[in-house]
C-alpha cells in the first residue's frame, strides 16, 4: 500500500522549493533571466520530487 504523510510532504516540498529559489538566485548572480514557464514549472517539479521522495524513503523504511 501506498503512504503519503501531508506533514513530511509540505515539509520536503517546502525544503525543495527553498532549495530552487537560491539555486535560480545563484543563476540570476551569473546573468540568468528568468522565463514566464520557470516559477510554474518549479512548483510542480517541487510536487513531483517531494512525492518521490516521501515514497522512497517509506518505501526503505518499511522494508528494515
Same mark, same amino acid.
Given at each position: 500500500m501506498l503512504y503519503f504523510d501531508k506533514k513530511l510532504f509540505f515539509k520536503y516540498f517546502c525544503m525543495i522549493l527553498c532549495g530552487l529559489m537560491v539555486g535560480f538566485t545563484a543563476a540570476m548572480f551569473f546573468g540568468y533571466e528568468l522565463m514566464p514557464f520557470d516559477i510554474p514549472g518549479s512548483i510542480l517539479t517541487a510536487g513531483l520530487l517531494a512525492? +518521490?521522495?516521501? +515514497? +522512497?524513503?517509506?518505501g526503505q523504511e518499511q522494508e528494515n
Amino acid at each position: 500500500m501506498l503512504y503519503f504523510d501531508k506533514k513530511l510532504f509540505f515539509k520536503y516540498f517546502c525544503m525543495i522549493l527553498c532549495g530552487l529559489m537560491v539555486g535560480f538566485t545563484a543563476a540570476m548572480f551569473f546573468g540568468y533571466e528568468l522565463m514566464p514557464f520557470d516559477i510554474p514549472g518549479s512548483i510542480l517539479t517541487a510536487g513531483l520530487l517531494a512525492n +518521490l521522495i516521501l +515514497l +522512497l524513503t517509506r518505501g526503505q523504511e518499511q522494508e528494515n
